[in-house]
């Protein structure tokens, strides 16, 4: 039978090109996202349902998919506050786990970020930590963590110290070897790719992936 996928952060950079592998692969019969607006998109197996994500409970049906990929995420600057952050970066994918969890999903797959560490002093690499750790206390069969450095791809939006964050770190990234290749960047589509393979993959627990096995994954 068909595989269904169940996508969170559909219209975001990973989010998007994760989207367009679902679609086209043809073990899944059925790609469903929650998101704020519609996407300009139609696809005979993409099912769009506009949500209010503080209420996400509206949507618990949606989670009884065979995958929920969790590629939500905001930054400080955009949210507004460390507080809104939060909310984009914990409440909603825990909220999204538990669902999954109570609707019997197969496997749940977050994107949190390298450096995740709920002990961090750092507020974002904390907070990327601590979603990891509650969410892994749930009842979940599979809970797959994608920890990427810098992510490269084509944002529409524009980010000033994305922009200079990829001037400086795409040249370093050659220099970085053997144990530092984790903090090579990466491109969103690689991401993407890994998690879809990783999503296909009979594997039990928890486990989470650097940058550098995503990259290998992923390629
Ligand atoms: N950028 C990097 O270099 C980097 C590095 C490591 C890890 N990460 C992490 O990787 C993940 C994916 O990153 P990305 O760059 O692909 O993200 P992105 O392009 O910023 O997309 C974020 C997604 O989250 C949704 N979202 C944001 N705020 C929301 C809200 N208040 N309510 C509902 N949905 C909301 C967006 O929906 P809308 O379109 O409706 O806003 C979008 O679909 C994130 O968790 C990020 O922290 C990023």
Same mark, same amino acid.
């Given at each position: 039978m068909a595989r269904t996928a169940l996508l969170l952060g559909a219209t975001g950079l990973v989010g998007g090109e994760l989207l367009s592998l679902l679609l086209a #692969?043809?073990?899944? /019969?059925q790609v469903t996202v929650l998101v704020r607006r519609n996407l300009p998109v139609t696809h005979p197996k993409l099912v769009q349902r506009v949500v209010n994500f503080d209420q996400l409970t509206d949507a618990a049906d949606a989670f009884r998919a065979d995958e929920v990929f969790c590629c939500l995420g905001t930054t400080i600057k955009k949210a507004g506050s460390q507080e809104a952050f939060r909310k984009v970066d914990y409440t909603y994918p825990l909220e999204s786990a538990r669902l999954a969890a109570a609707g019997g999903a197969g496997k749940f797959l977050l994107i949190t970020s !390298? /450096? +995740? #560490? +709920? %002990?961090? &002093?750092?507020f974002y690499s904390r907070v990327k930590g601590e979603v990891e750790e509650a969410i892994a206390r !749930? &009842? !979940? %069969?599979t809970f797959l963590i994608f920890r990427p450095s810098f992510l490269f791809g084509n944002r529409q939006e524009f980010r000033l110290g994305e922009k200079l964050g990829i001037l400086i770190w795409k040249p370093l990234g050659l220099l970085m070897m053997g144990p530092f290749r984790k903090y090579r960047g990466i491109q969103a589509r690689t991401v993407a790719a890994a998690m879809l393979r990783k999503a296909k993959e009979n594997l039990t627990g928890r486990h989470q992936y650097n940058s550098d096995q995503i990259q290998k994954t992923g390629s």
């Open positions: #692969d043809q073990e899944y /019969g !390298l /450096g +995740a #560490d +709920a %002990k961090s &002093p750092v !749930l &009842p !979940l %069969k």
